[in-house]
C-alpha cells in the first residue's frame, strides 16, 4: 500500500475508534448500565461516582467520528454524510450555548451524568464547523464559500442565526438577575431586540446583493455589448476581406484587360525595330510607339505593386545577384532615352564587392526607377552620374542629375505614394509618382536603405542606396558559357497564343532570331503538335479559349523534355507562381517586351546546349 493509502486507513481507523468510544458512552448513559470497572474514573471530592458522559457529549463523540470516517464519501444526488454528521454536532454544541446563554441547568447537567461545559460545547462547535470547512470545495459548502448571491447569504446570515440568540439569552440573564427588568419584559425585550437586529441584517444583506447583483447585470451589459462589437467587427472583418479580395479580382482583371491589348503593339513595334531598311524617321516613330507602350505597362506594374506592398502580399525570391549586372541592364534599357535627349552619362562602378542578397528581378526594377526618373527629369544635353563604391562592407549605389531638382519642404514626401514634388512638375512630367514609394520599400525589404538629396529647385537632384554584400558565387559552366557569349543553336518552338495578331508578331520575331517557330490557337491544336513533333521550348499564354496554358504545359512535361515560358495578362504573385507549379520556367506579363523574351530564349538556348554537351 502506498503513503496516501496508508494514512487514509489509519485515519479511518482512528475515526472508527472514536465512533466506537462514543458509541459506548451513548449506550451506557442512555440505557443505565453499569460501566465496566476499567472504565470508571476515581470518585469526585463529594465522594460521588461518575461512570459515563452524558448522552450529547457521547452523540456528538459518535458524530464526530462518523465525519472524519466520511470525509470523502459521497452518495447518490449528491449527498454527503460529513456534512449531515457535522452539522448535527454543531445543533447539539449551539443547543447547549443556547442553554447556558439562558441560565438552563437542568438542560446541560444532571445529577448523574458528566456536565457538557461552556468549553467543551464550544470545542465541539469549533471542530465540527473546521471538518465542513476541510472540504469546503465540495457540497453545501461550497455553495456557502462561493462569489454568488447565494453564498454572500448565507455567509452573512448564517453566523447572526446562530449568535444572536445566545447574545440576547445572556444579555436578558444578566439584566434580569441584575434586577433590571422582569421576565415578561425581558421575554418581550428579547424578542423585539432579536427582530430589530435580524432585520438591519437582512437589510446590510440586502443592500449589499443589490449592488453586486447591479454591478453583475452592468457586467453582463457590457459583456453583451462587447460581444455584440466583436461580432460586428467579424462581420466588417469579413466584409473587409471580401472587399478586399474583391479588389485584387478587380485588379487582376483590369491588368490582364489593359495589358492584353498592349502586347500585339509592343511586339510589332519590336518587330519593326529590328528591320535595318527603316528611314530615320520611321525608326523614331517606332521607339516612340514602345517606348510609350512600355510606359503604359509601367504604370500597370506600379498600381500592382503599390496594392501587393500596403497588403503586405509581395514575395521576394532572394539569391545572389551581381549588382552591376543588374545596373548594366538597367542601363540598357534607358539607353534609348538617353541617346534621345543626348545626356552625358558619366558611369563609375568602383565597388570591389558587388555581390548582393536580393530578388534579381524587384531590385533591377528600383535600378530602373532611379534610372528612369533621372532621364525623365532631366533637360536635353543635361549629365548623369552613377557611382558604385563600399562602405562599411555595404555595395552603395549612387546616381546624381543635372535635371529639376527637389524643393527643401519636398524631400521628406518625395517617397510618399503619388508625389512628385511640385504641381508645375507633376504636370509637365505626367506619372502617378508611384516609383520612388516603391523603390524604398522593396529595398527595405530585402535590408537596404535609400535617401535623397537636393540643393533645390532646378539644381539636380542625388539619390543613394545601400545593400549589404555576400562573397560572389562560383561561375557553372552554363552561365560561363553566356557570359563568354557562345552562340545559341537554333531551337524548335511551340507558341501558343490565342490573339493572332500577338502570334503572328511573336512568330516572326522568333523566326527572324533564327529559330523554327510553329504556333496554335487552342489547347487541343498544341497538344496535337506536342504529339506529332519534338520541341525544345514552349512559349503559351496561359487564357486559351477551350482551357489554359498550364494544361499544355504538363501535357508537355509528360512527353517531352523542353523549357516553358508563361504569357498572361495577370502578374500578381500567385499567378507567377500558379504557372511555375503548372511546370513553367519562366513567367512573362503582358504586354511582352521581346528583348527579356529574347534573353530567356537565349537562356533556354544555352541550356539545351549545355544538356546536349
Not at 255 to 266: F, I
Not at 287 to 310: F, K
Not at 505 to 534: D, F, N, P, Y
Request: charged share 20%; glycine share 8%.
Amino acid at each position: 500500500i502506498d503513503a496516501p493509502k496508508k494514512r487514509d486507513v489509519i485515519g479511518q481507523l482512528l475515526a472508527g475508534a472514536i465512533i466506537g468510544m462514543g458509541g459506548l458512552n451513548l449506550l451506557f448513559s442512555t440505557h443505565n448500565l453499569a460501566a465496566p470497572k476499567w472504565l470508571m474514573m476515581p470518585p469526585l471530592a463529594d465522594g460521588s461516582l461518575v461512570e459515563v458522559n452524558g448522552a450529547r457529549i457521547s452523540l456528538s463523540f459518535v458524530l464526530i467520528g462518523a465525519s472524519l470516517l466520511s470525509l470523502n464519501w459521497k452518495l447518490s444526488r449528491g449527498f454527503r454524510p460529513a456534512e449531515a454528521a457535522s452539522a448535527f454536532t454543531a445543533i447539539i454544541a449551539i443547543l447547549s450555548l443556547v442553554a447556558y446563554s439562558h441560565y438552563l441547568i437542568g438542560f446541560y447537567t444532571t445529577s448523574t451524568y458528566t456536565p457538557a461545559s461552556l468549553l467543551t460545547s464550544i470545542s465541539f462547535f469549533l471542530l465540527a464547523t473546521g471538518i465542513l470547512l476541510a472540504r469546503a470545495d465540495r457540497g453545501t459548502l461550497a455553495i456557502i464559500v462561493s462569489e454568488t448571491a447565494a453564498g454572500m447569504l448565507a455567509r452573512r446570515l448564517i453566523p447572526l442565526a446562530i449568535l444572536l440568540p445566545i447574545l440576547i439569552g445572556a444579555i436578558r440573564e444578566t439584566a434580569e438577575k441584575a434586577g433590571l427588568y422582569d421576565p415578561t419584559f425581558g421575554a418581550a425585550h428579547s424578542a423585539t431586540t432579536f427582530m430589530v437586529l435580524f432585520f438591519a441584517a437582512i437589510w446590510w444583506t440586502t443592500r449589499t446583493l443589490f449592488r453586486v447583483d447591479t454591478n453583475r447585470m452592468l457586467a453582463e451589459r457590457a459583456r453583451q455589448t462587447q460581444e455584440q462589437q466583436v461580432r460586428q467587427l467579424n462581420i466588417e472583418k469579413i466584409a473587409a476581406e471580401k472587399a478586399s479580395q474583391a479588389k485584387d479580382d478587380f485588379l487582376a482583371v483590369l491588368s490582364h484587360e489593359l495589358r492584353t491589348p498592349l502586347t500585339p503593339a509592343l511586339a510589332a513595334a519590336s518587330y519593326l525595330a529590328e528591320h535595318e531598311e527603316l528611314s530615320p524617321e520611321v525608326r523614331e516613330e517606332v521607339t516612340a510607339i514602345r517606348t510609350s507602350v512600355q510606359l503604359e505597362a509601367r504604370l500597370i506594374d506600379d498600381l500592382l505593386d503599390l496594392t501587393r506592398i500596403t497588403r503586405g502580399k509581395i514575395e521576394l525570391h532572394l539569391e545572389v545577384v551581381d549588382a552591376h549586372g543588374l545596373l548594366r541592364n538597367s542601363l540598357e534599357i534607358a539607353r534609348d532615352n538617353i541617346l534621345e535627349k543626348q545626356l552625358d552619362l558619366v558611369v563609375d562602378f568602383g565597388a570591389d564587392r558587388h555581390h548582393i542578397w536580393a530578388d534579381a528581378v524587384r531590385l533591377q526594377q528600383v535600378f530602373w526607377n532611379l534610372i528612369n526618373n533621372a532621364v525623365k527629369f532631366t533637360k536635353k544635353n543635361g549629365r548623369i552620374t552613377i557611382r558604385t563604391t563600399n562602405e562599411d562592407g555595404r555595395f552603395a549605389f549612387q546616381i546624381t542629375d543635372t535635371g529639376v531638382g527637389i524643393e527643401p519642404e519636398q524631400l521628406d514626401r518625395i517617397f510618399h505614394a503619388f508625389e512628385q514634388g511640385e504641381r508645375a512638375i507633376r504636370r509637365k512630367f505626367g506619372g502617378l509618382g508611384l516609383g520612388l514609394t516603391i523603390s524604398k520599400r522593396l529595398l527595405e525589404l530585402q535590408g537596404g536603405a535609400i535617401s535623397v538629396n537636393s540643393a533645390g529647385l532646378n539644381r539636380g537632384a542625388s539619390f543613394k542606396l545601400s545593400l549589404a554584400t555576400v562573397e560572389s558565387p562560383k561561375i557553372t559552366s552554363v552561365s560561363r558559357s553566356i557570359a563568354n557569349g557562345e552562340p545559341a543553336k537554333s531551337l524548335q518552338l511551340l507558341v501558343v497564343e490565342d490573339h493572332p495578331q500577338t502570334l503572328r508578331v511573336l512568330a516572326a520575331l522568333l523566326r527572324k532570331q533564327g529559330h523554327k517557330v510553329l504556333t496554335a490557337e487552342c489547347v487541343q491544336a498544341a497538344i496535337k503538335l506536342l504529339e506529332a513533333e519534338q520541341f525544345d521550348g514552349l512559349i503559351s499564354d496561359i487564357g486559351l479559349p477551350d482551357g489554359n496554358g498550364c494544361e499544355v504545359m504538363r501535357v508537355a512535361k509528360q512527353r517531352q523534355s523542353l523549357v516553358g515560358i508563361a504569357l498572361s495578362g495577370f502578374g500578381m504573385e500567385e499567378d507567377v507562381r500558379r504557372s511555375i507549379d503548372a511546370g513553367f520556367d519562366y513567367h512573362l506579363t503582358k504586354p511582352i517586351d521581346f528583348q527579356e523574351l529574347k534573353k530567356f530564349v537565349g537562356t533556354m538556348a544555352m541550356r539545351t546546349n549545355h544538356s546536349s554537351s
